[in-house]
């Protein structure tokens, strides 16, 4: 479905991020993965690489917006375009309001929205030229409801969703598509790292009776960056089984 189409993913190393890149190449896109550190990318290369799968990746600092467009560029130097950006990296957080410090929040926000924001900014100009692309970014069903605790992290995910609607409608006339996914409760390691009282309450809320696989929500970002998505635009997908709390 994606033959011949150059994708960049953020958080690529692990996770959701992983699963998007193995179902875009199982679909032969070019994939450039980035993640936040040299050995994790090299370590999600190797893992593709030993699929048998042909991928790149880089580790720039998704915060200084000089470095993301440069390594935009050298990437689109290098494979003449950039078809498909997903902005997926991000960072959750579960402390109460008073126990999160003003950098607890200003950090959440640095890597859920303003990262996605210079990626963004860094992309669209080659997109334009193009007058061709799709921007797919990793929101969540905390997006809709919010979350008891942790309160930075809807907070982000609200943002991202303002980011997916605004340039949905700024960009449309340039032939450029931008949706989110809202994924559920999903079994990665942002989830493995959270208290159990604070999951197994939400499982329980989920009328498929089960939390997400990577796989279910890759699915998600496949259909939304193929051409059977062609006249999908500012939408939030929901993946979370129906869960609704
Ligand atoms: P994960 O922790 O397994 O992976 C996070 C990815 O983001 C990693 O590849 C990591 O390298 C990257 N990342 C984190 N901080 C970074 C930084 N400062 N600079 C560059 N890269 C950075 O998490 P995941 O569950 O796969 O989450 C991926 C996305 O899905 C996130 O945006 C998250 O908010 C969203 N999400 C996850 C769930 C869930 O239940 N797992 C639910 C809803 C939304």
Do not use: C, W
């Not at 995910?157 to 032939?175: D, I, P, Q, Y």
């Amino acid at each position: 479905m994606l033959k011949d189409k150059v994708a960049i993913i953020t958080g690529g190393t692990r996770g959701i991020g992983f699963e998007i890149a193995r179902v875009f190449l199982e679909n032969h896109a070019k994939v450039v993965i980035f993640g936040s550190k040299e050995e994790s990318v090299n370590e999600a290369l190797t893992s593709l690489r030993e699929e048998g799968y042909d991928v790149d990746g880089y580790y720039p600092n998704l915060n200084e917006f000089n470095q993301v467009s440069q390594v935009v560029n050298e990437i689109h130097q290098k494979y003449g375009k950039i078809d498909i950006l997903v902005n997926n990296a991000g960072i959750s957080a579960n402390k109460k309001i008073d126990d999160t410090t003003v950098e607890d929040f200003q950090k959440i926000m640095d890597i859920n929205v303003n990262a996605m924001f210079y990626m963004t900014k860094a992309v669209v100009p080659l997109m334009k030229e193009a007058h061709h692309g799709v921007i797919l970014n990793t929101s969540s069903m905390v997006s809709i409801y919010g979350q008891p605790s942790g309160v930075g992290y809807p907070t982000s995910k609200f943002a991202v969703n303002g980011m997916t609607k605004s340039l949905a409608r700024e960009l449309g006339t340039f032939n450029i598509r931008v949706n989110a996914v809202a994924p559920g409760v999903t079994n990665t390691d942002m989830v493995a790292s959270l208290p159990k009282e604070m999951i197994e309450p939400l499982i329980k809320t989920i009328p498929l009776g089960r939390v997400g696989e990577p796989r279910d929500v890759a699915n998600a970002f496949l259909f939304l960056a193929s051409p059977l998505a062609s006249y999908v635009t500012g939408e939030i997908l929901s993946v979370d089984g129906a869960a609704r709390s």
